[in-house]
């Protein structure tokens, strides 16, 4: 099955959570280990903050198995079918396994595209604007 995945990275795990995408150990030990790589760099922002990615998951629980990798650096604020499960060939017997190689979320995922900034390049802007700040605040405090 696929969902859509809303997540706001925790607040102070953002250089974490990049180090890890950029040294690719993200996900590392799951069996869904490449796939986390892959959602980051087809993530994007929304006008809410929230990070919105299409995940491919073979669980009988939606993330079951990704949870624990994801909660490391993000609150999930919401996990929800991309498509209707009675379509989906894996959920419905017809053809198992098939969520690899499907193309159901396609249009959903150019939608995505179309919309918000891509999460690394926000994430890494958000760094570079983290040390900036803290100097901010501690010169106020210093006056």
Not at 32 to 48: F, H, K, P, S, T
Not at 62 to 80: D, G, I, K, M, N
Not at 102 to 125: I, N, Q
Request: hydrophobic share 30%; net charge negative.
């Amino acid at each position: 099955m696929r969902y859509l995945v809303r997540a706001r990275v925790k607040p102070g795990r953002e250089a974490a959570l990049l180090q890890a995408i950029d040294s690719e150990i993200l996900g590392r030990g799951s069996v869904a280990e490449g796939e986390y790589l892959r959602n980051m760099q087809d993530a994007r922002v929304q006008a809410d903050e929230t990070a919105r990615w299409v995940e491919v998951c073979y669980c009988p629980t939606p993330l079951q198995e990704e949870r624990p990798y994801w909660e490391q650096y993000f609150e999930l604020t919401r996990v929800q079918d991309a498509h209707d499960r009675r379509n989906c060939r894996d959920e419905n017997g017809t053809e198992p396994w098939a969520c690899g190689d499907c193309d159901c979320t396609a249009r959903l995922e150019e939608k995505l595209k179309a919309r918000g900034t891509p999460f690394l390049e926000s994430l890494r802007d958000q760094l570079v604007k983290l040390p900036a700040e803290k100097s901010d605040t501690s010169e106020s405090h210093s006056s």
